[in-house]
């Protein structure tokens, strides 16, 4: 479930966390993660990070892993910053991180032995054709992810909207944790994503839930999809 949290679309008493706990409480029994997106907190500075703490407090508390999805990756000692910002100061269990400068720039984040990372492998944006799908660049991710990973807890980011390409990966990253955003507002096929991607994926879904009538019912009927599908 992500949590991609945008002030214009509530009531102008609502504040961020208030938003969050409502929809955590009635989304809990039928996700296996949550997923909040730093850029919708961090927009809003200071109030903005402290509900993205209290969020991820929240939601553990409930026994429920929480996914950051932060895109980070840098030189090492700023990627080492970023990695202590996620998992010591936000305590998230997971964050998305970017392998475009290579190895040294992800393993700080790898180095958190109990911590997930997920690598951007293949992503649902138009642009993804710019670099991820020249000279099937999106493969040597996955490629490398599989050496990366001595920790088992490596794993992989692939958009729902590249079903066949997502076969190729799980060919190559094998058992490896695929996280798969895009299913609901940007049109990816559940049917095709789980035929290729296979049982070790996490399926995202945020705005066609958060933000309808009913969440609970929103993702209880996703949920229910996904088992119909299994």
Known sequence: ?????????????????????????????????????????????????????????????????????????????????????????????AITVVPYMGEDSIKPFLDYKDKGVFILCLTSNPGSKDFQTQNDLYKQVAQKAVKWNKNNNCCLVVGATKPEQLKEIRNIARDMLILIPGIGAQGGDLGKVIKTGGKRIIINSSRSIIYSP??????????????NVL
Do not use: H
């Open 1 to 93: 479930m992500g949590l991609d949290v945008d002030l214009s679309k509530l009531d102008k008493s609502t504040s961020i966390f208030d938003f969050n706990r409502k929809i955590i409480d009635a989304t809990s029994d039928f996700v296996c993660a949550f997923k909040p997106n730093s850029a919708f907190y961090e927009m809003y500075g200071t109030k903005g990070i402290e509900a993205l703490a209290q969020t991820i407090e929240y939601i553990q508390q409930k026994d429920i892993p929480v996914i950051l999805d932060a895109k980070r990756g840098d030189i090492g000692n700023s990627s080492t910053a970023y990695a202590k910002a996620a998992f010591e100061f936000l305590k998230a269990d």
């Open 214 to 227: 009913d969440p609970k019912a929103a993702a209880q009927k996703l949920r229910d999809e996904i088992n």
